[in-house]
């Protein structure tokens, strides 16, 4: 098996609902996205899939949520709560749909440099 991974980033607004502490406020976060995939068939090239086309993907996905205030921008986010644990379950939920030639395995979503969610099934 073989397992890909590949990295985006975001910058967007949120507060935590049923929280108490300073993130029930309005705040903003750069956001690490590593998305990764597992494949087991390689071409005659070498390669599986082409890191180019899962960056798109997951582009795609991280370009709706940029500078974007997630708990009234996103529909998704209007029932859940815009934690890490949460960002990350939408990604991968996302990914899933549009990534057909490799297995979507986990999502971790940094908010910051020493705090990660990772979501996987
Ligand atoms: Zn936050």
Same mark, same amino acid.
């Given at each position: 098996?073989?397992?890909?991974m590949v990295?985006?980033?975001?910058a967007?607004?949120?507060?935590l ?12 976060? %750069?956001?690490?996205v590593?998305? *990764?995939? #597992?494949t087991?068939?390689?071409? +005659? &090239?070498?390669?599986s899939?082409d ?8 582009r795609?996905?991280?370009d709706t ?7 009234s921008?996103?529909a998704?986010?209007?029932k ?5 644990? %949460?960002i990350?379950?939408?990604? *991968?939920? #996302?990914?899933?749909?549009?990534v +057909? &030639?490799a ?15 990772a979501y996987?099934?």
């Amino acid at each position: 098996m073989y397992e890909l991974m590949v990295k985006d980033t975001f910058a967007a607004a949120h507060n935590l609902r049923d929280y108490k502490g300073k993130c029930e406020r309005v705040h903003g976060h %750069n956001y690490t996205v590593m998305a *990764y995939f #597992e494949t087991a068939v390689l071409g +005659k &090239n070498g390669l599986s899939v082409d890191f180019t086309i899962l960056k798109k993907y997951l582009r795609k996905i991280t370009d709706t949520l940029d500078h974007r205030n997630l708990n009234s921008d996103i529909a998704f986010f209007e029932k859940n709560n815009t934690s890490t644990e %949460n960002i990350a379950a939408y990604i *991968y939920h #996302e990914l899933k749909k549009k990534v +057909k &030639n490799a297995a979507v395995k986990k999502v971790a979503v940094f908010e910051s440099e020493n705090s990660m969610a990772a979501y996987y099934e």
